[in-house]
C-alpha cells in the first residue's frame, strides 16, 4: 500500500468514526465511556494522519 493509498484509508477511517460519535450523541442513552473511546481512536487517526502528510511533504 502506498503512503497515499494508507493516507486515503485513514481518512476514511476518521469520517466513519465522526459519524459514529455523531450516531451515539444524538441518542439519549449515550455511553460516556463509548464517546470517551471514539474519540481517542480519531484522535490517534488524526495524530497518524498529521505525521503520514508531513513525511510524505519532505
Known sequence: MTVQAHIASLEKKHVALEEELQSILASPSSDDREIAEIKRRKLRL?????????????
Open 46 to 58: 488524526k495524530d497518524e494522519l498529521q505525521r503520514l502528510k508531513a513525511s510524505t511533504r519532505h
